[in-house]
C-alpha cells in the first residue's frame, strides 16, 4: 500500500488524478490540510456548501462510529457525530460533525452510493460541514484528502502578504534592497490562500511554500501529509511527511509560517519565496537584500 | 438391586432437601434492600446550601444539569451545561461547544482558575489533573493550573478510548494500538491486543488499584483482553473472544471493589469474575446508559427500555435487589458509599442500601 500510496502522489504531482470521490456533491472547501488549530496541525479538509446528504469516498466497511448522547466515549468529542469506514488497502476515512440522527449505525458495509449521514454541525464546529480525515493504516499516516480527491477548479492564487526576518528575537518586515546584518537568520513569511468560489476573502493554507537563495532552494513546506515521530520527551508529535516539521516548526502564528533558516553573507543576495495552491496557481515575491559587511 | 436402592435413597433426600429449603427458607439475617432518602427538583428553587462546612458533597448530573449536592440532600451548586462538563471531586469545568478557554470552578461555583486552551477539557475523578483532547481526537495535552503545558502527544490515528489512573494515561487508538503514557508523557508501553481482520480499540480500562488493564478491539473477531501489571508494564493474561460486533465505543468497567469487569455484551452487560474467570450475563432490554458500583459489590445499571428507561441494582452474583421502569430519556447513576444518586432530566434521587 505504501507503494500504491507514493505512486498516487506521485502521479498527482504530475497531474490530476482522482483515488477517491468527493463526500457531498456541492463542495466549497472551507480549511484545507496542515492549517493552524492553535496548537496542532488541521488534519483533514473541512467543506461547506450547506446542508446535505454525505458520501463515502469510495466503498467500504464501517469501523467506528459515535453519535453524541448515545455512546459512551469516556471524553468529550470535537468531531461530534463522526463515522469512520474502512477501505481497501488500509486507508480509512473519518467523516465528521454530521447531523444528530443521520448515520445509519446499523449498517455495515457501505457501496460508495448510499449517504453514511448529513452534514451537521455536532461537536467543535461553528456552522454546518463536514470534517474529512484520511488515514493510512499501512504507512501510520495522515494523508491530505486534497491529493487523492478530484481536483477542485481555483484561479486565485495564494496571497503572500508579507516576509519578515528574525534576526534576533524581534521580527523585521523586510522590503526589497532592504539592508541587514550578516549572519545566520530565520525567514518567516505570512501568506495564505484564497478561493475564486468563496465571495469573501476565506483564508486557507496554500499546498506547497518553498524558498529560495540566490536560485538555489533552501526551504520548503509541503502539506502533503503527517506521520508520528518521537519528541525528545518520548511523547509522539505529528510531523510534515516530507520535511518532518511539527507544528511549532511551522508556525509562529495562525498564518505566519517560520519558513527555514537563511545565512546572509556580505554583499547582495536574492530572496523568492513561492506559493503554490491546489489548483497549481502560484504566487511569488523576490527581495532583493543587501548584507550589510 | 441393593445399589439401586441405595441410588433411589439418595434422590429422595436430594429431593426431600431441596423442599425443605423452598418451604423452610434459612433467614440469613442479611436481607438487602434500597431505601429512599430524599429526591430534589433540578435546577430546583430552594436556596443553595452554603459552601464549606461539614458533610460530604458528590458531583451529579441531571439530563442538561450538573451541580453538586451534599449528603442530606442540599444542593451546593447546579448550573446548565453550556456543550459540555468535565466533572470531578474538587470541581468542574463547564465548557462551550467552541472552547477557548477552561474555567475551573469549585464544587460551590466559586472560580478557581482559568487558562486558554484548545479542544476539550478531560479531568482525573479527583479533578486534580487537567486534560485537553484535540477536536479532531489527534492530541491529548497535559496542563497546570497556569496553563503551562505538561506534556502533549500527537497521534496518527485518532483516540477512541481513554482511560486515567493516577498519574498513567492509557489511550486506545482507531488504529488498534494502545500507548500507556506517564506523568512525563512519555510512551512506557505500546501493545496491539490478539490481530482481528479490522483493527480497532473500542475501550480501555483501569483497574481501581491501577493494576489490572482490559481492553475491548477489534472487528471480526472482537476481543476483551485483561492485562496484569509485572514491573513497570502490563503483560497479557487472559484473552477472551466475544460474541459482539461493536463498531462504537461501549462500556467497559471494573467494580470498585475489583472483583469483575463489567462491559457491553451483545445483548446486555457481562460480568466477567476475575478471580474466578467466569462470567456471567445480565440480560438488558436496550442500550447500555449507565454504569455504576460500590466497594462492598453493588452493581447499579441502567439501560433503556423502548421510550423509558430501566434501573436494575444487583450484587454481580446474586439475583437483583431492585429494578424499576421509569419515562425518563437520560439516566446518570452515581454510588457515594452505599448511597446511590439518581440523576434524571430535572430530578435529582439518592436511595440508600440497607440490610436487615
Given amino acids: 500500500m505504501k507503494a500504491v500510496i507514493l505512486l498516487l502522489l506521485g502521479l498527482l504531482s504530475a497531474g490530476p488524478l482522482a483515488a477517491f470521490d ?69 486507508v480509512r476515512s473519518i467523516y465528521g460533525h454530521l447531523q444528530k440522527g443521520s448515520m445509519d449505525r446499523s449498517a455495515r458495509k457501505l457501496d460508495g452510493s448510499k449517504p453514511l449521514g448529513r452534514v451537521g454541525e455536532t461537536g467543535y464546529s461553528v456552522g454546518k460541514h463536514l470534517h474529512l480525515a484520511i ?84 526551504a520548503s513546506l509541503l502539506m502533503d501529509g503527517l506521520h508520528e515521530r518521537p519528541a525528545k520527551n518520548g511523547a509522539p508529535e505529528l510531523v510534515l511527511l516530507q520535511g518532518n516539521r511539527s507544528f511549532r516548526e511551522v508556525y509562529d502564528a495562525e498564518w505566519l509560517y517560520k519558513l527555514g533558516e537563511v545565512r546572509l553573507l556580505p554583499g547582495q543576495t536574492t530572496l523568492s519565496l513561492i506559493a503554490e495552491d491546489y489548483a497549481g496557481n502560484e504566487s511569488s515575491r523576490e527581495l532583493v537584500l543587501q548584507v550589510a559587511q | 438391586m441393593r445399589r439401586k436402592r441405595s441410588r433411589r435413597h439418595l434422590a429422595l433426600g436430594f429431593v426431600l432437601g431441596l423442599l425443605y429449603l423452598l418451604v423452610f427458607p434459612v433467614l440469613s439475617g442479611r436481607e438487602g434492600f434500597f431505601k429512599p432518602a430524599w429526591a430534589r427538583a433540578i435546577p430546583g428553587a430552594q436556596p443553595l446550601a452554603p459552601a464549606g462546612g461539614a458533610g460530604r458533597v458528590s458531583w451529579f448530573k441531571a439530563g442538561r444539569w450538573f451541580g453538586y449536592v451534599r449528603a442530606d440532600g442540599r ?52 479533578g486534580g489533573r487537567l486534560y485537553s ?45 494502545v500507548k500507556l503514557i506517564d506523568v512525563q508523557g512519555k510512551i512506557i508501553q505500546e501493545f496491539v491486543p490478539q490481530s482481528s481482520r479490522i483493527p480497532v480499540i473500542l475501550a480501555t480500562a483501569f483497574s481501581p488499584d491501577g493494576r489490572k488493564l482490559a481492553v475491548v478491539s477489534g472487528i471480526d473477531p472482537q476481543r476483551l483482553t485483561l492485562l496484569q501489571r509485572r514491573g513497570g508494564s502490563f503483560a497479557a493474561e487472559q484473552v477472551l473472544e466475544l460474541d459482539s460486533d461493536f463498531r462504537r465505543g461501549l462500556a467497559l468497567r471494573f467494580t470498585a471493589d475489583g472483583r469483575f469487569l463489567a462491559f457491553e455484551a451483545a445483548d446486555g452487560l457481562s460480568l466477567l469474575d476475575l478471580g474466578k474467570r467466569g462470567s456471567k ?5 436496550g442500550r447500555l446508559l449507565a454504569l455504576d458500583s460500590t466497594s462492598s459489590g453493588l452493581l447499579a445499571v441502567g439501560s433503556r427500555d423502548g421510550e423509558g428507561l430501566r434501573l436494575e441494582l444487583l450484587r454481580p452474583l446474586g439475583s437483583p435487589l431492585y429494578a424499576r421502569q421509569m419515562a425518563a430519556g437520560e439516566l446518570f447513576l452515581r ?19 440497607q440490610e436487615g
Fill in chain 2, 335 to 353: 454510588f457515594d458509599g452505599t448511597s446511590l444518586l439518581i440523576g434524571l432530566p430535572s430530578i435529582l434521587l439518592r436511595v440508600d442500601y
Fill in chain 1, 22 to 90: 468527493w463526500p457531498v456533491k456541492k463542495a466549497v472547501l472551507s480549511a484545507t490540510f496542515g492549517e493552524n488549530r492553535g496548537d496542532h496541525f488541521h488534519a483533514g479538509i473541512d467543506l461547506a456548501g450547506g446542508e446535505q446528504e454525505v458520501l463515502p469516498i469510495a466503498a467500504g466497511e464501517v469501523v467506528f462510529s459515535f453519535e453524541e448522547g448515545e455512546d459512551p466515549l469516556p471524553m468529550p468529542v470535537g468531531l461530534g457525530n463522526f463515522l469512520v469506514l474502512q477501505h481497501q488497502g488500509g
Fill in chain 1, 135 to 218: 488515514i493510512d493504516s499501512e504507512m501510520r499516516s495522515l494523508i491530505n484528502p486534497l491529493l487523492v480527491l478530484p481536483p477542485l477548479k481555483d484561479r486565485q492564487a495564494p496571497v503572500i502578504r508579507e516576509i519578515l526576518l528574525r534576526p534576533g528575537g524581534e521580527l523585521q518586515p523586510l522590503k526589497n534592497g532592504a539592508l541587514v546584518m550578516p549572519g545566520i537568520a530565520e525567514l518567516l513569511a505570512t501568506l495564505y490562500d484564497l478561493r475564486e468560489d468563496v465571495p469573501f476573502a476565506w483564508r486557507l493554507a496554500p499546498y506547497r511554500v518553498s524558498l529560495y537563495q540566490d536560485g538555489r532552494e533552501i
Fill in chain 2, 133 to 177: 483532547i484535540s477536536t479532531n481526537l489527534n492530541q491529548l495535552s497535559r496542563l497546570d493550573r497556569e496553563g503551562e503545558l505538561a506534556w502533549s502527544g500527537e497521534f496518527f490515528s485518532p483516540i477512541t478510548s481513554l482511560a486515567l489512573h493516577e498519574e498513567e494515561c492509557l489511550v486506545g487508538l482507531l488504529d488498534g494500538t
Fill in chain 2, 281 to 285: 450475563r445480565l440480560a438488558l432490554p
Fill in chain 2, 75 to 126: 444542593l451546593l451548586y447546579t448550573a446548565e451545561t453550556l456543550h459540555g462538563v468535565a466533572l470531578s471531586d474538587s470541581g468542574f469545568i463547564n465548557f462551550a461547544k467552541v472552547a477557548e478557554n477552561f474555567v475551573f470552578q469549585d464544587p460551590a461555583g466559586r472560580f478557581q482558575f482559568g487558562i486558554h486552551a484548545f479542544g476539550y477539557p478531560v479531568l482525573d475523578d479527583r
